[in-house]
Nanobody
Framework: EVQLVESGGGTAQAGGSLRLSCTASGFTFDDYVIGWFRQAPGKEREGVSCISNYDNSTYYADSVKGRSTISSDNAKNTVYLQMNSLKPEDTAVYYC????????????????????WGQGTLVTVSE
């Protein structure tokens, strides 16, 4: 059974940091692309960052570029999203998602049809 479990959400002040984790099981982690997405209240879901465990390439949305770092610990089947210089507009439920690198190949990062999704973790950034 495939599982993606997010953790690390919580409340932070503007300018602070949080590290989100996405721990995966049930598939060959090294062959997958992991994406982070977020959805704020009343807004559409948007892509935040992606990492390919197959070739270690990464991608960031402009909204978080320079403030966030995505990384992967393949020994722990876990992808991390380190978020710094948090802003109130970062407030959202953050989801991780997974798709096979071989299926995703050729698609633009946030256009990948991720098959597996976690339940989400809430990040709240206060002024």
């Amino acid at each position: 059974e495939v599982q993606l479990v997010e953790s690390g959400g919580g409340t932070a002040q503007a300018g602070g940091s949080l590290r989100l984790s996405c721990t995966a099981s049930g598939f060959t982690f090294d062959d997958y692309v992991i994406g982070w997405f977020r959805q704020a209240p009343g807004k559409e879901r948007e892509g935040v960052s992606c990492i390919s465990n197959y070739d270690n390439s990464t991608y960031y949305a402009d909204s978080v570029k320079g403030r966030s770092t995505i990384s992967s610990d393949n020994a722990k089947n876990t992808v991390y999203l380190q978020m710094n210089s948090l802003k109130p507009e970062d407030t959202a439920v953050y989801y991780c998602a997974a798709e096979s690198f071989f299926t995703a190949q050729g698609s633009r990062w946030f256009d990948i049809q991720f098959e597996y999704w976690g339940q989400g973790t809430l990040v709240t950034v206060s002024e």
